[in-house]
T-cell receptor, first 115, second 108 residues
Framework: KAGVTQTPRYLIKTRGQQVTLSCSPI?????VSWYQQTPGQGLQFLFE???????NKGNFPGRFSGRQFSNSRSEMNVSTLELGDSALYLC??????????????FGPGTRLTVT | KNEVEQSPQNLTAQEGEFITINCSYS?????LHWLQQHPGGGIVSLFM???GKKKHGRLIATINIQEKHSSLHITASHPRDSAVYIC??????????FGTGTRLQVFP
C-alpha cells in the first residue's frame, strides 16, 4: 500500500506570493491533518479534514486555508506569504478523525522557503 | 510554561545502552503519541496510548495518567535509532499539542 505522498517536496517562493501544497493520503484513509514545523515553534497543528469537511483548525491566521476533495486528497493554501511561513509542512492521514484515536501516518513533508 | 515538556532536550548514548525519554503534560488528555523524526523530516508514529504500556520490538512506551507523565524506552540502542523523538498529547478529544522533541544520537 502506498504511503502518504506530498507534492512538491521543496518550494521556494517570494514574500507576498501564494502557494498551494498537495497531500494524497493512504488509500482508504479519509482524514487528513496538516502541520507546520519550524525550528522556533516546533510542530503545530494547522487543520484537519474528514470527508471534505474541516473538523478542526489550529491557531493560524486566515491566510492559511485548506480543502479536501471527494477522493480524500487535500490541498493547503497560504496566501500573501511572509518570511515566517518558511517551514516544513507535513500532512498525515488516518482512517478516521483524530478523536477516534486512529493512528496517523505522516507524509515526507514539503519544505517551503520564503525569500 | 509549555503544556507538553520533554526531557532531556538532547541525548547521546553508546550503542547498546538503555535509553529513556520523558514527557510531562499539564492538561487532561485523551491519548498520547510518540513520534520519531529522522533527518530529512519524515515522521513515523511509534505509539499511541491512553493507558498502561505498549511494546514494539526494542521500544517500550508507558503512560501514567494520574501523574500526567509518559516515558519512551529504547533497549539495546543502535545508531539507526538516532532521530528526534516527539511526544504529542490529544486533549479535548481533538486538540493536539506537541512537545519540543528530544534529539537522540547513538554512537557505535
Amino acid at each position: 500500500k502506498a504511503g502518504v505522498t506530498q507534492t512538491p517536496r521543496y518550494l521556494i517562493k517570494t514574500r507576498g506570493q501564494q502557494v498551494t501544497l498537495s497531500c494524497s493520503p493512504i488509500s482508504g484513509h479519509r482524514s487528513v491533518s496538516w502541520y507546520q514545523q519550524t525550528p522556533g515553534q516546533g510542530l503545530q497543528f494547522l487543520f484537519e479534514y474528514f470527508s471534505e469537511t474541516q473538523r478542526n483548525k489550529g491557531n493560524f491566521p486566515g491566510r492559511f486555508s485548506g480543502r479536501q476533495f471527494s477522493n480524500s486528497r487535500s490541498e493547503m493554501n497560504v496566501s500573501t506569504l511572509e518570511l515566517g511561513d518558511s517551514a516544513l509542512y507535513l500532512c498525515a492521514s488516518s482512517l478516521r478523525p483524530r478523536e477516534a484515536f486512529y493512528e496517523q501516518y505522516f507524509g515526507p513533508g514539503t519544505r517551503l522557503t520564503v525569500t | 510554561k509549555n503544556e507538553v515538556e520533554q526531557s532531556p532536550q538532547n541525548l547521546t548514548a553508546q550503542e547498546g545502552e538503555f535509553i529513556t525519554i520523558n514527557c510531562s503534560y499539564s492538561v487532561g488528555i485523551s491519548a498520547l503519541h510518540w513520534l520519531q523524526q529522522h533527518p530529512g523530516g519524515g515522521i513515523v508514529s511509534l505509539f499511541m496510548l491512553s493507558s498502561g504500556k505498549k511494546k514494539h520490538g526494542r521500544l517500550i512506551a508507558t503512560i501514567n495518567i494520574q501523574e500526567k507523565h509518559s516515558s519512551l524506552h529504547i533497549t539495546a540502542s543502535h545508531p539507526r535509532d538516532s532521530a528526534v523523538y516527539i511526544c504529542a498529547v490529544l486533549y479535548n478529544t481533538d486538540k493536539l499539542i506537541f512537545g519540543t522533541g528530544t534529539r537522540l544520537q547513538v554512537f557505535p
